[in-house]
């Protein structure tokens, strides 16, 4: 057995675990949640939603938000589950359809969560792609903008933020709170 490769190992998962362990010890650096209600919501493929009078002060709080983040949305209408997957699926067999996340093939139907992400870095320009206003079609997002609009679907987007030495320890954070979770769109493995 080769102990310095051992030893090595050893110590790169001890590194690994020390930023999981400070959020477990100190909390998440920071903490946003607020809500939209997509009916309300304007197109602005061809204008920048940051700037509309609208929605500015929501996007310069997102702005504001510059290190790794853990984010879901959270359906807060009436919508069953069963309604929002038709009005997703209806947008996903449009030809026109941007790039989407992959749909469970068991779906849990009792919860409210729709989508659980992780970004390392410029939440708000991911927040922008899941409404379906990034001007890369092939960028995957739930692209709200294009069927939760007619449905009137209203969220609430729940953001944390974490210090920067967790960015590439995301996806853990992503998984875990996905199988807590357990959000309508997305697989997370």
Known sequence: MNLNAIQSIKEIC????????????????????????????????????????????LFQNLIAIKGPVLYWFEVISEHSS??????????????????????????????NILYVGKVKKQFWGRFITHLGFFKTNMTQGIQLFYWAKSLGLQLRVHVFEFDNNMADLMTIVEFGMAQKLKPLLGKHK
């Open 14 to 57: 001890f590194n690994a675990a020390q930023p999981l362990l400070n959020v477990y010890n100190q909390d998440v650096k920071s903490s946003y949640i607020f809500e939209i209600n997509m009916s309300d919501v304007d197109n602005y493929n061809n204008d920048d939603i940051r700037k509309s009078p609208k929605y500015k002060n």
């Open 82 to 111: 069963y309604e929002i997957l038709k009005a997703f699926e209806c947008y996903k067999n449009n030809p026109e359809c941007k790039a989407i996340p992959a749909l469970k093939s068991k779906p849990e139907h009792g919860t």
